[in-house]
């Protein structure tokens, strides 16, 4: 482990000649001072508990698809109509729709379309095809003037509608930690996550028709870029193991906030919007007054 007292005993060197040795000592030694100081400042000004910029992959934020989404996925079946909404400028043309799975894709044909003025979304409504898998498809959107947008797990197509089925119910994760910012030890604590992708494989197992998750997903809304503990984004990304869909409901832990986390008050509630729904909710406007 480098020390500010080592650098300085390492990095002087004599030299035979007396003259030389006592300049070269005293360069080096002035050196050496500058240099440890340096270091020295830099990491007495480093938040000892904060995550490496690039700790963790960066989850997908919504932009252009907001629904169906992750969070909010469509189940459907052959010759079945949904709809999709798309936050775009009102002049975006030439919207093309398709599903996902691995290698393989399907076009999504678009039977109407319209630009809904309150909210500023497009409403996509589209014909599900029968596909060649029964699978938990990505829903990719293309649109000129717009950079292509892909919703992972966003769409569940099933060969026919189901009159019975089951569904998993789980609650309280509080991803990642159950510790909180102000407790030591809280850095790169997973166990929460560790338990989470083990309940997964489970389910996986199981098979239902959807999982629903009733709040708390998250033990502390505001640790995504503060502390660039990324939170959502570790979140997001461990759910997409699930091969099955999914519904989040949130809870006081994933959006209502902290006093004793630094970020204003909330920050919690606009990264949930941004990762599961939506950024219309930070400006209400009447249609969507919560």
Not at 234 to 239: A, L, P, V
Request: glycine share 4%; net charge negative.
């Amino acid at each position: 482990m480098f020390t500010c007292s080592s650098y300085l005993k390492n990095h002087t060197h004599p030299s035979a000649n007396p003259m030389n040795k006592f300049l070269s000592t005293l360069i080096n030694t002035a050196m050496a001072v500058l240099i440890t100081a340096f270091y020295c400042l830099s990491f007495a000004s480093a938040d000892p508990t904060a995550q490496a910029e690039d700790a963790y992959p960066l989850g997908d934020r919504l932009t252009a698809i907001q629904r169906p989404i992750h969070s909010i996925p469509e189940l459907t079946f052959p010759d079945d109509t949904f709809d999709i909404h798309v936050s775009a400028p009102e002049s975006t043309t030439d919207f093309q729709a398709s599903l996902r799975y691995g290698d393989y894709h399907v076009d999504l044909p678009i039977v109407a379309a319209a630009y809904d003025p309150a909210s500023q979304w497009h409403v996509l409504t589209v014909k599900t095809p029968a596909p060649r898998l029964y699978e938990l498809f990505d829903l990719v959107l293309r649109a000129d003037g717009m950079e292509p947008d892909t919703a992972v797990n966003a769409v569940k197509v099933e060969p026919a509608q189901d009159n019975t089925w089951y569904f998993v119910h789980i609650t309280d994760t509080h991803l990642t930690t159950h510790q909180y910012s102000s407790n030591s030890g809280y850095v790169n604590d997973m166990t929460e996550v560790d338990d989470f992708i083990a309940v997964i494989d489970d389910i996986n197992i199981i098979n239902p028709k959807f999982v629903l998750l009733t709040g708390d997903v998250i033990n502390e809304g505001e640790l995504e870029d503060y502390l660039t503990a990324r939170y959502f984004s570790i979140t997001k990304n461990t759910m997409q193991r699930l091969e099955v869909p999914i519904y989040l409901v949130s809870g006081n832990h994933d959006v209502g906030g902290w006093n004793a986390t630094p970020p204003p008050a909330g920050t919690a509630r606009n990264n949930w919007y941004d990762f599961f729904g939506w950024d219309i909710l930070k400006h209400p406007n009447g249609i969507y007054p919560y």
